[in-house]
C-alpha cells in the first residue's frame, strides 16, 4: 500500500498519465486472479541495473541496452498458459485488476501495465518510459523532445498500415509522450511472441482458414517505431547522445521484433494477406527511403540488411 501512495504522489509531481482508452480492444475474462505475492515495492532488487550486456561503459549502439531488474510479483502459473506468458503474467502489477479472454491480448495489455509502472518509477526528474521484454528485464529510455504527431508525420503513406490512424494519428493525450509508439510497439511484439509460442506448443488451436494478424501488427508497429528514429534524427537529433538508450533499445527491439515476425508470418494461422506488401514496400518503395536511409546511418548498412533486408 505504501508502495502505491508512493507512486500516486510521483503520479501528481510529473504528470504522468494513464491514458483511459488503454483497452480498446480486449474483452473480460477471468484467466488471471489476484496476486498472491507483494508488489514491486516488496521485491528486493525490483529497479537494480542488471550489468551491462555489451563491451562495457563503451556502450555502442548495438551492443544492447542496459537493462533493469523486474523481479516476479507472484508466482501464477497455468501450464496452459505457455512460458512466454507465464513470465509476463508473474510480473502483473499488483494494482492491475484487469482480464483478458484471449492470451495474446493478456501479454499486449500486461505488457503495458508493466510499462506504466516503470514510466512511474522510471520518470522521477524527466520524462522516460519502460519497456518490458520476457527473461525479466526492461529498459528505460529518456523521452525525446518531439511530439506523437511528428512521428506519425514521418510514416510514409506506403508504409500506413490498418492501425495508423488509431494509434498515430489519433490518440492526442500521448502527443507530449513520443515513446507511446514504443510502448505499443513492444506490447505487440510481446503479444506476438505468445501467440506464435501458444501455436507451436499446440496451446491454441486455430480454426482452419481463420487469420489472425497478430504477428503482422508486429512489423506494422516497427515500422512505426523506426519512423520515431527518423523523426528524432530530423526534430532533436541531440537526444541520441543525451540518452544512449534510445538507440541501442531499438536496436536490441527491431531485431527482436523482426525475428518475431519472420517465425510467425508464415504459419498458417498468422498469415495476413497485407503482410507481403507491407514488407515490400519498407525494403523498396520511393516514399520509404529516407527512414532506410536513417536506420543505415545509424547501424551501418550489415546490420540493416540482415535485420531488415534493405
Ligand atoms: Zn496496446
Redesign the pocket.
Known sequence: MAFALALATLTAGCGVFRPKS?RSSPTPHGNFHAPAQPGYGAQPGYGAPLPPSGAGAAQSKLAGPRWMAVPPTNLLLDPRWGPTLTDIAQRKPPRETGHWDDPATSA?ELS?SIHFELRLLSSTDRKRNGFYVPGGRAAIVDEPAIRKSDVAAWVPPSLRGSRYDHYLAGKPGWDARPLYVWD?WN?YVNGAAVAIERYELGLELHPENQRSDRVHAALEFTVYATALMLAVAQRDSGAFARDPQLAAFFAFNAERAMQVWNRGAGLPPFRWDDGPRLIGALRGSADAEALRAQVRALYGPAWTQRVFGF
Open positions: 488503454r499486449h503495458h505499443e506490447a
